[in-house]
Nanobody, 121 residues
């Protein structure tokens, strides 16, 4: 029911910042819990952050706590991931996802195509 398109990925040096966007169409993002996941080459797709659909409570992987912030703009039907103090190990393809339930595993109903984030040493 919802289509998700990520943008904002690119190259950044270690310690820098980047903001990813996830634009939704077809349904309002407030219908869903929205999540961000990432997948590095040769590794599993891992949970990064999520925002609950009603309470807007947020959840973060331990590896990004204090550095990343998930937020949403209902008027723009867009979810953001602000990434600060980036590390080389943050390098991955980042995916936006939507589901009706809260989850920290890659079992979401809808997925975007991904956007590449590369952090140089």
């Amino acid at each position: 029911q919802v289509q998700l398109v990520e943008s904002g990925g690119g190259l950044v040096q270690a310690g820098g910042s980047l903001r990813l966007s996830c634009a939704a169409s077809g349904r309002t993002i407030t219908t869903y819990t929205m999540g961000w996941f990432r997948q590095a080459p040769g590794k599993e797709r891992d949970f990064v952050a999520a925002i609950q659909r009603i309470s807007t409570l947020t959840y973060y992987a331990d590896s990004v706590k204090g550095r990343f912030t998930i937020s949403r703009d209902s008027a723009k039907n867009t979810v953001y991931l602000q990434m600060n103090s980036l590390k080389p190990e943050d390098t991955a393809v980042y995916y936006c996802a939507a589901d009706f339930n809260v989850a920290t595993t890659p079992t979401y109903r809808y997925w975007g195509q991904g956007t590449q984030v590369t952090v140089s040493s």
